[in-house]
């Protein structure tokens, strides 16, 4: 669904981001937020990464839940039935359903490699036709990563 069209829903998932990084030992190395998905490249300064992720994906979830139910979202009966559909197929949820179950971890063994996956995620919002070039887009490390100013702070690859 393209819930983060709203940006309400896009600033939960930046201030849970930051929150990460100052209180859970989160590294945000690039990052990008699309309409329906975003994708990180993470790292920990402590061991627990997957519990980081799994904290952020509960908050965020709920977070954005609770913004759903207020006045002015003309989706709200529609996303929120597609969520409960999902959760009925999922035993770890009981109500709503909204991030997949899944993350896709993989570890940068290589500088190409690493490059690769880099240029991936700012590439999304060009791939989308939102924007002609990565760092035109807010919701992108590939600002940083061009010397402008970003929404996030990042921690270089």
């Not at 201030?15 to 993470?42: D, P, Q, T, W, Y």
């Not at 992720?53 to 709920?62: A, E, L, N, P």
């Not at 590439?123 to 996030?152: F, H, T």
């Amino acid at each position: 669904m393209d819930v983060f069209t709203r940006k309400s829903y896009r600033d939960i998932l930046i201030e849970s981001l930051l929150h990460c990084r100052n209180k859970k030992g989160l590294n945000i190395h690039a990052f990008v937020i699309m309409s329906h998905h975003m994708h990180c490249i993470l790292s920990s300064n402590i061991a627990d990464l997957s519990g980081t992720v799994r904290d952020f994906k509960t908050h965020t979830s709920k977070a954005i839940i609770a913004e759903m139910q207020l006045p002015g979202e003309s989706r709200k009966e529609w996303m929120l039935g597609q969520m409960k559909y999902y959760a009925k197929t999922n035993k770890r949820n009981s109500e709503h359903q909204f991030w997949t179950q899944e993350n896709h971890p993989m570890e940068l063994f290589s500088n190409k490699f690493k490059d690769q996956k880099l240029d991936y995620i700012h590439q999304n919002p060009v791939r989308a036709g939102i924007v002609d070039e990565p760092w035109e887009y807010i919701y992108s490390s590939a600002r940083a990563y061009s010397d402008m100013k970003c929404i996030l702070e990042i921690d270089y690859l």
